[in-house]
């Protein structure tokens, strides 16, 4: 290639509204963060935001700092103007998970929110480890797996887990989330320029903001306001990994959930014009994961979804930079907590409604037509997930004695099929990447290919990964054996389309 080569700018006009995007998408996982850790698991104050959020304020310093070297050097390297960014942040379905996985069950044996506090940052620093050390076997499952396994998989979490939950949240609050929602629509969606060329997402924001404000349900506070340091909580952290051991059969599967949505995330970059290498994308998320659990953050983090919607707004480096430094400033700042009770999820929903979309939108039209059957069958894994959640969440409620008899109720009456969605619902993004895969193969009467995921499909349950609840060794597994069975017709297929072949007259 000869010829200077374009100078690539960090900061462009559309780093304003793929900053806002980023920015929201951070502030809606932190505003529930927050609200969750003091209301619902008693922390005081000084864990919640003298602890966690300057924590996750280090963690995406750290972790978009990186993304955009890494942009830096891929615009130079490919001499090319147009890079943005990989997006980065909290991991929207890993911090529920942490949530009510780990930090929940922790606060309600002990009793203890500051232990509960403890275990949750533990949990993520062996997540961390287990994240980094998915490097190892990402690029071989990245040149092995079908695109429409690994975009179908991220398509079912940006359904069900973004743009639904959004637009639930939407209906929660629609006086507030509509108007908003006008307003990324037609900044977002229909294109329109808005005066001044004012960021779409931003005025939604403001929009939304404003109008909770003359509903009288905002209660915005400057007592939490100060300086508010990182400090590392090695102790902390000591104390946490004395108790953590019981929470491994839920760290381990989330955590390779973690680093192949990394995986995929990156995938989906390339399908958007950006080949990031994908073995340092998820060292990146380790290393950051761990770093936020030293400093007091118990959530890890990941590549976030949407980086072809960022692409779309026309977001370079800048947007991730200045992301990091603004969350990082609120967050060591003490301002957490004066947005969480300045800004509702409903203000912020429009723009994570306009992510889950575009991630969806992009994953049928980045593959094949004839491989989008496994792009919607990623994505049934998550849907019985999302189902199982709201029906644990609502057994939550009840006191024990009634929940036992409705978790027995639901399991007895075989028409709700509620047994069938749990083992559908545990380890949905291996399951959905999995199946995916195996119908692209099927497509492509592949048959051998076909064979072999299903195998990894009955290996995985075989050992707890996905279809159960715990870790562990099973081999009278209902479900193990249905994957046996499954793979050996696929091999029947593959030595009958062999023999037809060889039987075929030559032209």
């Not at 998550?382 to 006191?399: E, M, T």
């Not at 036992?404 to 291996?430: K, N, P, Q, Y």
């Amino acid at each position: 290639m000869s010829g200077p080569a374009p100078r690539y700018r960090i900061f462009s006009r559309g780093d304003l509204s793929a900053f806002w995007a980023l920015f929201a998408d951070n502030l809606a996982n932190i505003v529930i963060i927050a609200g969750t850790c003091t209301l619902v698991f008693r922390m005081p104050d000084r864990i919640v935001f003298g602890r966690i959020m300057p924590g996750l304020g280090v963690a995406l310093l750290f972790g978009l700092g990186l993304y955009v070297l890494l942009a830096c050097r891929l615009a130079r390297r490919e001499r090319r103007d147009d890079v943005t960014a990989l997006p980065y942040g909290i991991s929207t379905p890993v911090m529920f998970v942490y949530l009510f996985g780990v930090i929940g069950p922790a606060y309600g044996r002990t009793g203890d929110a500051v232990l509960a506090w403890q275990v949750g940052i533990a949990a993520a620093f062996i997540g961390g480890v287990i994240e980094a050390c998915g490097s190892l076997a990402g690029p071989f499952v990245k040149r092995w797996t079908p695109r429409a396994g690994m975009l179908g998989t991220l398509a079912g979490i940006a359904i069900v887990w973004i743009a639904t939950t959004a637009a639930v949240e939407l209906f929660e609050n629609p006086v507030v989330g509509f108007p908003a929602l006008a307003i990324v629509l037609l900044g977002m969606v229909a294109g329109v320029t808005l005066p001044g060329h004012f960021p779409p997402g931003l005025l939604a924001i403001l929009v939304g903001t404003a109008l909770w404000f003359v509903s009288g349900e905002a209660a915005p506070s400057l007592a939490g306001c100060g300086l508010r340091p990182p400090v590392p909580v090695l102790g902390d952290l000591v104390t946490g990994l004395r108790h953590a051991a019981g929470f491994l059969h839920i760290i381990l599967p989330v955590e390779i959930y973690n680093f192949l949505e990394t995986m995929n995330n990156v995938e989906s970059a390339e399908a958007a014009g950006d080949a990031y290498p994908v073995r340092a994308c998820q060292a990146i998320d380790g290393a950051g994961t761990m770093v936020g659990a030293l400093f007091g953050a118990p959530f890890p983090t990941t590549v976030y979804i949407g980086h072809p919607a960022y692409k779309r707004l026309g977001g370079r480096s800048g947007y991730a930079l200045a992301a990091g430094l603004l969350i990082f400033a609120a967050a060591t700042g003490g301002l957490v907590s004066f947005l969480h009770g300045l800004i509702p999820v409903a203000a912020v929903a429009p723009m994570l409604l306009f992510i889950g979309l575009v991630i969806t939108a992009q994953a049928f039209t980045a593959v094949p037509p004839l491989h989008s059957i496994g792009v919607a069958a990623a994505i049934v894994p998550h849907v019985a997930a999302f189902v199982r959640s709201k029906g644990d969440a609502i057994a939550s409620c009840l006191d024990p004695g009634l929940r036992e008899g409705l978790v027995e109720a639901l399991h007895a009456d075989e028409s709700l099929g509620w047994f069938g969605c749990g083992r559908l619902a545990h380890g949905s993004i291996m399951t959905g990447l999995l199946w995916g895969s195996i119908l692209v193969f099927c497509v492509e009467r592949r048959f051998g290919r076909a064979a072999m995921f299903t195998c990894a499909a009955g290996a995985l349950t075989a050992v707890g990964l996905i279809h159960r609840e715990r870790i562990g060794l099973q081999l009278d597994s209902p479900v193990l054996w249905g994957y046996l069975m499954m793979a050996g017709v696929f091999l029947a297929a593959l030595a009958w389309s062999r023999e037809s072949a060889a039987r075929r007259p030559p032209e």
